[in-house]
């Protein structure tokens, strides 16, 4: 990596940092429980959809201990929408783990990465944001923005090019500093050195240095390895109404949106008398079709084709748990890919 180069970003950013930042409600302190649970919803989320449910975890889960004692169910409802599941049990098990010491976060990005959950980004942030040390937190925008800087185009998404970028990083990182310089990339890649379409070279700061920008390669990077294809499945759903009752049921422990809630669905996209075929001798008694609606999901390696029949029946059978909008809305965390069908 070009080390003359990157030591001429440190002033730049530093300088333009505090001017420009936006006002975020995680940025209120660097408490290192504020910076851990932001940070863990901003994976794969946008700042303004993170913003409600950041104040809503807060409510209920102010600090490690009451994280850590909230029932595995309720979590999973402050969570729901928000997606990527995984990241709401994995803040659970460190909220566990980290009620056993005591409470308190470790200090370096070493002991950190000893957390069920947390990794090396994660650990970056904390440590430099928190605790000042030089350690860096290399996200998509951090990736964007140095490989822009450097007019690098190796493909940025490998493990040796994330590892020799947070050495490269480290050795630059400026004392005292530390936390201003992980936010500051971050935030010049979120606003201005942007991933989708041109980025904003004419308000940068590092419009003097920057390699891309001097030999116009900016929209060529960063180069990124090929996406291997989604996997398409099909599913039905149905959405059963017995009065204001409404059939859900639990999905399996592991695998995709484990453990969450669904409407009762089978694979593959039925017509209508095929999905007619399947009800009968459920136990629905009379069942009347109200309307089919198809839809889809996208999760990161599967792509879900979906058909949603509505119908009203008029009885309950136990084989699904039913409940009230209140209850459902309370109790049960239907993910968007069901919710969807449901407004
Ligand atoms: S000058 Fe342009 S390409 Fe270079 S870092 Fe700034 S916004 Fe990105």
Known sequence: MNQDILNQIVSPLLAWFPKHKRDLPWRADREPYHVWLSEIMLQQTRVEAVKGYYARFLKAAPDVFALAALPEEQLMKLWEGLGYYNRARNLHRCAKALADRGGTFPRTKTELLKLPGIGDYTAGAIA???????????????????????????????????????EALEAIYPKGHCGDFTQALMELGATVCVPNGAPKCGECPLGEVCLARA???????????????????????????????????????????????????????????????????????????????DGGHIFTHIQWVLRCYELTCTQMPDRWVWAGPEELAARYSLPTAFRQFLN
């Open 128 to 166: 430099s944001i928190c605790f000042e040390e030089a350690a860096a937190a290399v996200d998509g925008n951090v990736l964007r923005v140095c490989a822009r800087v450097l007019d690098d185009d190796r493909p940025v998404d490998t493990p040796q090019f994330k590892k020799e970028l947070s």
């Open 215 to 293: 030999r116009n390669t900016m929209l060529k990077l960063p180069v990124k390895l090929p996406k291997r294809g989604r996997r398409q499945e099909e599913h039905t759903l149905f959405l059963l109404r017995c009065g204001d009752q409404i059939a859900v049921e639990q999905r399996p422990r592991i695998g995709l949106l484990a453990g969450l809630w669904q409407l009762p669905s089978t694979p593959g996209l039925l017509s209508e008398a095929e999905a007619g075929a399947y009800l009968s001798g459920l136990g629905l008694g009379e069942l009347q079709l109200r309307s089919a609606r």
